[in-house]
């Protein structure tokens, strides 16, 4: 069975702190993914990571950082938290996708961790 | 705005009741998938139609594709309240891995 975990289900920061989210996979998946859901507003991707030491920006990357040190696990950074990120945080890791038609690349999701920033 | 787009935003039905929920996206594809999430948890990949296929089944669900109207549906047949659940499309884009998710369809079954 494929396993995302993440690192907490529940957290509570304050203003300005610096969080991190964890997150790691247990199937040597090569992509992995971070998105935030909201209310109304669907999931957002805000880094993704192909590759060790590779990430790209996904939609919403302002504010956040990341970092893929090892390919099992993939970390979102908060530098200086702020009441507009309290949101549900979703990671997903999937197998490379295939740049052709028919590609597969579903996404294994973990539990989430919903963030309440005070 | 987003890739894809799922309607109706909620839906609520009695036990038994088929449902149907349906997602538009704007760009091409190569494939469209459906996932499901309880409430307060990751989501659960569901099934995943090829850009090449027009209908697919999977136990209780039936999966729809028409790129010509860049449209899926996703039926849920004889539904039962353990049904109950957001639903999401997801589509990617010709050139790699990353997918776009609609803001979901919010399902409730009444048993």
């Known amino acids: 069975d494929v396993k995302v975990t993440q690192s907490s289900r529940y957290l509570v920061k304050r203003t300005g702190e610096k969080v991190f989210l964890e997150c790691v996979q247990d199937?040597?998946?090569?992509?992995m993914f971070w998105y935030r859901q909201d209310p109304g507003l669907g999931l957002r991707l805000i880094y993704f990571?192909?590759?060790?030491?590779?990430?790209e920006k996904g939609d919403i990357p302002e504010g956040y950082s990341v970092s893929r040190e090892k390919k099992e696990r993939f970390s979102l950074i908060l530098e200086s938290a702020s009441t507009n990120q309290t949101s549900m945080y979703l990671c997903?890791?999937?197998?490379?996708?295939?740049?052709?038609?028919?590609?597969?690349?579903?996404?294994?999701f973990g539990p989430g961790t919903r963030l309440t920033v005070l | 705005s987003q890739q894809g787009e799922e309607d109706p935003q909620a839906l609520s039905i009695q036990e038994g009741e088929n449902a149907t929920m349906n997602c538009s996206y704007k760009t091409s594809i190569n494939n469209l998938q459906w996932y499901r999430q309880n409430s307060g948890r990751g989501l659960v990949h569901l099934i995943l139609i090829r850009s090449n296929e027009r209908e697919k089944h999977s136990g209780r669900l039936r999966v729809t594709l028409d790129t010509s109207k860049k449209s899926s549906s996703l039926l849920i047949t004889a539904s039962r309240a353990a049904d109950t659940a957001s639903y999401f499309c997801a589509t990617d884009r010709a050139s790699g891995s990353r997918l776009t998710f609609g803001e979901g369809t919010q399902l409730t079954v009444n048993p």
């Open positions: 990571s192909y590759d060790v030491k590779m990430k």
């Open positions: 997903a890791s999937s197998f490379p996708g295939l740049a052709q038609p028919g590609g597969y690349n579903e996404q294994f």
């Open positions: 199937m040597d998946h090569e992509n």
